[in-house]
């Protein structure tokens, strides 16, 4: 293996693991505020569709991307709307979103597009290198030759760090998927910040879906997120829900995936399902040996009852 | 009060269920025969579900037939999603693909007086009411490996399927020996995505089959298709270097790399069937479809990369297919 396809492979590995990461974060900033929500892969379809309309009709993917991440906050609301004001059970609705949402999102673009034997195609986001950092040999077009989304949400695992770790607001944050009656009598507002990160979870999911068909691959086609929502679920918990531990997961995963379509191409004799498995071996085997002594939010699944004692 | 509600709105609810049942029977005399198709990607997939959708609407058209379909069911909902077409009165169940045998049997044995076709079905399934419509995987495979024998100069060209059927097996195995027999040196590079509709992970396989010197590209996993054709273009550029046969409709002009299509008519042979339902001369029989009734056939050739003397050289290539005079 030569240098060149090292280098391949890792760009590939990027590319692979960027909308995972958004989902991730989503899950993550979720999970902080003790909303489990498992219905990321419906957000993630309705994200990919409404950024892709937008896409295609505007011919703006940074459109694209915003249409879509306030696609998946709208479906995210109906979620929060019944986990935290009603109080209902969240593994319950986030499997409703996940039955609900990309059936809504092939209804419309079938209304859309009616049925042929080709799909519609947008535009796709340029990469914007960074002059002078690009020209660096192998890690340039790695790490400065990307769609500014991958740029962005590097940014977000920085960010998301150290707003849990050293912020007054982001420790707030996490006492409300801790332990919530301790917030509330510490005047935190416990119902707001739910809904909060539900508008953050529904952003960032409807982001990593719009990713998908704007900055990715240029058509829309029911199932293109193709069980990446729930890999992303994995990868939270995977990452002991913190920014940089899912940051970890996420390229892990990519990385394997990305080797293993690499390892099934010239070779016949071994069958490809082998090689389909890797990335979730590897994911098995490293949950296993890292351990699982941190345990997540305390208050996380469970419904939050302001008056009950 | 809220009982009260809940009464009303059962009670709208029938009503609804009872007027929508009120129009079935039609005029006696001149009966509507319907047919409806059962499928388990989506229909508006681009490829598989599209190219099946569309040949029913076809067909049916041609002999003046209603049509309905289901997508997107699950293995579990095969069976039952047959039966409530059987309960409606639907005269002809169509079912595309080789997984839904099973189902199909089954039901097919509770309900005698309903015809059921199944695409790429095996030869021996036919039974009184089951016809299977099998296009011939070995040719279709055969065309796609003459046109890359020919036009392959990197020696290398790439194959990615969707899972692992029989018939995606066998157009592997035909595409590289059909292009063996042209060009000795070549070699197919072949991988499956694991899906049909993970047009990210398509993109990502034919990437990497590009930097293994991939030139020519045949598939057989309708929406990851797309994906791929897109990672071609985008290593093309602005000089088409490396080309894809399209396949099953004729994709001529989808993309820029589409350099000829392999063409599976199933309306044709759908349209058998349903002749066959309205004359009450269906069940036992196998319709195949191949380059002899026309059901398989050569796409329209792109004339900015394919150039005429190729042209005459594949066509030539492809009647010998036909005459079976093309050597394995």
């Not at chain 1, 990593?208 to 994995?234: E, H």
Request: net charge negative; aromatic share 10%.
């Amino acid at each position: 293996m030569n240098w060149i396809a090292v280098s391949d492979l890792l760009i590939s590995a990027v590319r692979m693991a960027t909308p995972l990461l958004f989902v991730a974060l989503a899950e993550l900033y979720s999970e902080r505020a003790g909303l489990v929500n498992i219905g990321l892969d419906g957000l993630m379809s309705f994200g990919a569709l409404v950024g892709f309309l937008a896409c295609y009709w505007t011919g703006n993917p940074f459109l694209g991307v915003l249409c879509g991440a306030l696609g998946g906050v709208l479906v995210n609301m109906i979620y929060a709307f019944c986990t935290v004001t009603l109080a209902g059970q969240q593994i319950v609705y986030g499997m409703a979103i996940n039955i609900f949402a990309p059936a809504l999102a092939s209804f419309i673009y079938r209304v859309v597009f009616g049925v042929s034997s080709t799909l519609a195609q947008a535009t796709l986001m340029k990469t914007v290198a960074i002059p002078g950092l690009k020209d660096i040999p192998f890690l340039g077009k790695l790490l400065f030759d990307q769609t500014p989304m991958v740029y962005a949400v590097y940014l977000l695992v920085v960010v998301t760090a150290v707003y849990f770790n050293r912020t007054k607001s982001g420790l707030n944050y996490k006492a409300v998927g801790e332990y919530p009656k301790a917030a509330e009598t510490m005047g935190i507002n416990v119902i707001r910040h739910k809904y909060f990160a539900s508008v953050i979870c529904g952003f960032l999911a409807g982001m990593g879906g719009a990713y998908l068909t704007t900055c990715y691959v240029n058509t829309y086609s029911d199932g293109i997120v193709a069980g990446r929502g729930f890999i992303a679920l994995a990868a939270v918990i995977f990452g002991r829900w913190s920014g940089s531990g899912v940051l970890m997961a996420c390229l892990l995963f990519g990385f394997f995936d990305a080797l293993q379509l690499r390892l099934q191409i010239g070779t016949d004799l071994i069958p490809y399902q082998l090689f389909q498995m890797i990335p979730y071996v590897m994911t098995l085997i490293a949950l296993t040996l890292f351990g699982s002594r941190i345990a997540g939010p305390k208050a996380k699944g469970k419904p939050y009852y302001r008056e009950e004692r | 009060m809220k009982k009260a509600l809940a009464l009303l709105l059962a009670l709208c609810l029938a009503l609804v269920a009872l007027s929508a049942c009120a129009k079935g029977p039609e005029a006696p005399g001149e009966k509507t025969y319907r047919v409806a198709m059962i499928c388990d990607s989506s229909i508006s997939d681009g490829g598989w579900g599209a190219a099946c959708y569309n040949g029913m609407v076809a067909a049916a058209e041609k002999r003046g037939w209603e049509t309905a379909y289901t997508d997107s069911i699950d293995q579990s909902a095969y069976a039952d999603t047959m039966i409530s077409y059987c309960d409606l009165g639907y005269d002809l169940i169509f079912a595309p693909g080789n997984q839904y045998s099973d189902a199909v049997k089954q039901v097919a044995a509770d309900y005698p007086d309903v015809c059921f076709a199944v695409l790429n079905g095996a030869t021996s399934l036919p039974t009184e009411n089951i016809m299977s419509m099998l296009p011939n995987a070995d040719q279709i495979g055969s065309i796609a490996g003459i046109i890359a024998g020919l036009m392959s100069k990197s020696n290398v060209i790439g194959f990615i399927g969707g899972m692992e059927l029989d018939t995606t097996k066998s157009k592997l195995a035909h595409f590289e020996s059909a292009a063996q027999v042209i060009n000795p040196a070549i070699k197919a590079v072949s991988a499956y995505a694991g899906s049909f509709n993970d047009t990210a992970k398509g993109m990502e396989l034919a990437a990497s089959m590009i930097n293994e010197g991939a030139d020519v590209f045949f598939g057989d996993a309708s929406a990851v298709d797309s994906g791929a054709r897109q990672a071609i273009d985008q290593a093309n550029g602005d000089t088409v270097r490396i080309i894809d046969i399209g396949q099953p409709a004729d994709l001529l002009g989808q993309n820029p790399c589409v350099a000829c299509s392999v063409v599976t008519d199933n309306a044709a042979m759908l349209a058998i069937c349903l002749e066959k339902c309205e004359t009450g001369t269906f069940g036992n029989e196998v319709v195949f479809g191949s380059l002899e009734n026309n059901c398989v056939y050569l796409g329209k050739f792109n004339d900015a990369l394919i150039d005429a003397d190729t042209q005459a050289k594949i066509l030539d290539y492809v009647k010998q297919l036909q005459e079976g005079t093309f050597s394995k």
